[in-house]
């Protein structure tokens, strides 16, 4: 078991800056091969926004927040970050964090354990 802990979000004006943080517990060594940040929208589904390899650091992202998220890791600490700059309000979303022992970074249903969520509103 993992559990998954998601802090910094809130409520922020366009153009400025967020960096959420998710604290990973209990077996990590023997579940987490990588470790990715999705978002739900009021009335939409879970998508996928980065994810990171755990053991390479290697990152992944999608195309609407290249050039402004970066995830990142602290391996010694079992923590991933997500520093979101030039936030813009359809940036607005319920942010998860979540642990995957494999397949395609970007499907949701490939991550086997879920943080609780931090909500990211971005106003006008």
């Known amino acids: ?63 609407s927040v290249k050039g402004r998220f970066t995830i990142s890791r602290d391996s010694a600490k079992n923590t991933m970050y997500l520093q979101m700059n030039s936030l813009k309000p359809e940036d607005t979303a319920v942010y998860y964090c979540a642990v995957s022992r494999g397949g395609s970074y970007w499907v949701a249903s490939n991550y086997r354990y879920w943080g609780q969520g931090t909500s990211v509103t971005v106003s006008s």
């Not at 078991?1 to 979000?9: D, I, M």
């Not at 009335?43 to 990171?52: H, M, P, Q, T, Y």
């Open 1 to 63: 078991q993992v559990q998954l802990v998601e802090s910094g979000g809130g409520l922020v004006q366009t153009g400025t800056s967020l960096n959420l943080s998710c604290v990973a517990s209990g077996r990590t060594s023997d579940n987490v091969w990588m470790m990715g940040w999705f978002r739900q929208a009021p009335g939409k589904e879970r998508e996928f926004v980065a994810a990171i390899n755990w053991s390479t650091g290697t990152t992944y992202d999608e195309d």
